[in-house]
């Protein structure tokens, strides 16, 4: 395990010093999907909301998050992105953080956790749902975002992107459906999980072929001691 940490950690230095390009939230036909599902999501809360985005990436979504609030915080495995997002948004408190590892907040820090896109890259997701989870208020939300897979479009990558999809050079581990999502979630220790799926803004094919699950989830009161 000690070689390997670092091994991950350069992994994902070069992921995006040389591939922001390619991996940028922002470049995706999803991203005006999520932004608009995160607005309707959150909406009703007040401005100074405490916010964390657990997996920041190059901050294509939390600067969205801070349009919306004033109390954002974002972690990253990759320090050089982390510090590039320090001098581009000095508004936003950016933290390095590898998030295998127990979170860097006590419990109950937070009211919102954001993590889109995350989950399909970690060996052990039901971890860092677990601390998300402690890291929430009672009563708290989740709001995360992974690729979709389901029987249809599993038969079709099966049948013509096998290849491609699972790749070594394929930055994905973990491939979610809408049933194995939400019992990681609800394992984790969330309750009142809602899902529903979005595409690439290209109605018919996203009809049929949706590209991301969205899930939100709720950190359950602790029942009353008796």
Not at 163 to 177: E, K, L, M
Request: aromatic share 12%; glycine share 6%.
């Amino acid at each position: 395990m000690s070689e390997t940490v670092p091994q991950i950690k350069s992994y994902y230095e070069t992921y995006w010093s040389a591939g922001k390009q390619t991996f940028s939230g922002s470049t995706y036909g999803y991203a005006p999907n999520f932004r608009r599902w995160m607005s309707v999501e959150l909406r009703d809360l007040p401005a100074t909301t405490p916010v964390i985005e657990v997996g920041c990436g190059d901050a294509s979504f939390t600067t969205d998050l801070a349009r919306h609030f004033s109390n954002v915080t974002a972690i990253d495995i990759s320090a050089g992105q982390i510090a590039e997002n320090i001098k581009a948004f000095p508004g936003i408190k950016f933290l390095q953080h590898d998030v295998s590892e127990r979170f860097p907040f006590p419990d109950a820090s937070f009211e919102v956790v954001w993590c889109s896109e995350v989950l399909e890259h970690l060996f052990d997701p039901e971890f860092a749902l677990r601390e998300m989870h402690r890291i929430l208020r009672p009563g708290g939300r989740l709001l995360v975002t992974v690729p979709y897979h389901g029987r249809f479009k599993n038969l079709l990558i099966a049948l013509f992107k096998w290849d491609v999809h699972f790749a070594p050079s394929n930055p994905h581990i973990r491939f979610y459906t809408n049933n194995t999502l939400s019992r990681i979630t609800r394992t984790a220790g969330f309750g009142s999980i809602r899902i529903q799926t979005c595409g690439m803004g290209q109605p018919l094919r996203d009809f049929f072929v949706p590209t991301n699950i969205l899930l939100r989830a709720t950190k359950e009161p602790a029942p009353p001691r008796k």
